[in-house]
């Protein structure tokens, strides 16, 4: 049973350049959270999604950024015009909601992903 | 979500338990609390978490006093690679609601 998945593992951008981070949710599960670890800094919640929409943004740059979790295929993370304090780690993680793994009367429990360690130079 | 306090640090004997302190003072009701850790910048790992019944699984225990203001989160033989920055969350049930990390408390397993 495969966790959640991301890739690239590692990313190195030159500013100005766009970098896409992928996320394949653990099977069954159909809520995604990205969250951005800045070096030295705790974990930050930037959005959440479910299958073609996106519920919460509230984390999220107000530029630049931008998620989508298509109705087929991972979720993308994309960045654009990257600039050096975009430089940080880059985690998914995914959640049952109602149905598989689903436990009632209890919360939603998200799993993370390793990571995508992005780089810009 | 409530807000957790937890110490910064602390070192356990290799082989012997671990407890981790949090207080919560100001959960609410309808509050789970859940802990993770991160191990040298893996991606946080799910724990435990429990309303207000202590829960056990293959990994850990959790012991939520009978006030639910403060748990303890008790690694029964800690080892070298249970080294690791561990977080007690507070969050309200609700699919789909974000999990706020604080700092949590590093715990280094010592030998």
């Known amino acids: 049973n495969a966790g959640v998945m991301q890739n690239p593992r590692h990313l190195v951008r030159r500013r100005g350049q766009e970098a896409r981070l992928r996320c394949s949710p653990m099977k069954g599960h159909s809520h995604v959270y990205w969250y951005r670890q800045l070096p030295e800094e705790g974990l930050k919640f930037m959005v959440y999604l479910q299958k073609e929409n996106i519920i919460d943004e509230s984390g999220m740059p107000k530029e630049r950024f931008s998620a989508e979790f298509p109705k087929e295929g991972p979720s993308i993370l994309r960045i654009q015009q990257v600039v050096r304090g975009d430089s940080a780690a880059y985690f998914c993680?995914?959640?049952?909601?109602?149905?598989?793994?689903?436990?009632?009367?209890?919360?939603?429990?998200?799993?993370f992903g390793p990571g995508t360690r992005l780089t810009v130079l | 979500d409530a807000k957790t306090t937890q110490p910064t640090s602390m070192d356990c004997a290799e082989g012997r338990a671990a407890n981790l302190p949090c207080n919560h003072s100001t959960i609410s009701g309808n509050e789970y609390v859940y802990w993770y850790r991160q191990i040298h910048s893996q991606g946080p790992q799910y724990i435990i978490h429990?309303?207000?019944n202590n829960e056990t699984n293959e990994m850990a225990s959790l012991i939520i006093t009978e006030d639910r203001k403060s748990s303890t989160l008790i690694l029964p033989h800690a080892t070298l690679r249970d080294t690791a920055v561990y977080y007690c969350i507070v969050r309200a049930y609700s699919y789909g609601n974000k999990l706020v990390f604080g700092a949590g408390t590093i715990l280094r397993v010592k030998s």
């Open positions: 993680a995914s959640s049952p909601g109602q149905g598989v793994g689903y436990r009632p009367g209890g919360a939603d429990t998200q799993y």
């Open positions: 429990g309303l207000k």
